[in-house]
């Protein structure tokens, strides 16, 4: 399992590492930006099973940010972290799915260590990993 986190803010991104480490994440990059993630999968020969990002300034961005994640950094599947409206999680879902993008997820932020949980479990084939080490 690799695990990519795009958090510009140390203490959210630390936050988010330790959560990982404690369900058996270990494999994991931290990256500012999704230009600097991008970077990293251009001089590596590994993809990432999981992306989490930060919610950019706008629903738009965030869309451009899953489809360059999906498209250039090599991430199997994207979740969203950020406090979106009810209104705002509902469309971005539904223009991930028309545009074919692996938005697996949209986490609240404080991330919470279940979310997480939940998350990884909907991704193929790490549902039993994740499910015998918590």
Known sequence: ????????????????????NELGVYSLQICDSVEDAQHHAAHSSLGYDLALVRQDEDPFSDLLNLEALYHKGRADHVALMGNYSAHQRKALMR??????????????????????????????GIARFAAQDW
């Open 1 to 20: 399992m690799r695990l990519l986190i795009i958090e510009n803010n140390p203490f959210i991104s630390h936050d988010a590492q330790v959560k990982a």
């Open 95 to 124: 223009a991930a799915l028309a545009r074919k993008l692996p938005l697996l997820a949209i986490i609240p932020l404080p991330l919470s260590q279940d979310d997480l949980f939940d998350t990884l479990q909907r991704i193929p």
